[in-house]
């Protein structure tokens, strides 16, 4: 599964999918989508705490920008 499919699973607040692929695949917490994207970006859009916490658990960046140079701090404030 791509990253652009499980971003879409989380603002879909599909996270039983969500969850066993980042437990399975933890390299690609950092990962972006087309658009620039982390799933820890999504994730704070949706103000998912557990999600949240799953993936900087799991060693996603907190400072990685997407292509608007908004970081998942600014997402979470957007919530």
């Not at 999918?17 to 437990?23: A, E, G, L, S, T």
Request: net charge positive; proline share 1%.
């Amino acid at each position: 599964m791509d990253v652009n499919k499980i971003i879409s699973k989380i603002r879909n607040v599909d996270f039983k999918d969500v969850k066993r692929f980042i437990k399975e695949n933890p390299e690609t917490v950092n990962q972006r989508s087309s658009g620039g994207l982390t799933l820890l970006m999504a994730a704070c859009e949706q103000g998912n705490k557990e999600l949240i916490t799953i993936l900087t658990e799991s060693g996603a960046d907190l400072n990685i920008s997407n292509n608007a140079k908004w970081t998942a701090l600014h997402y979470a404030v957007e919530k």
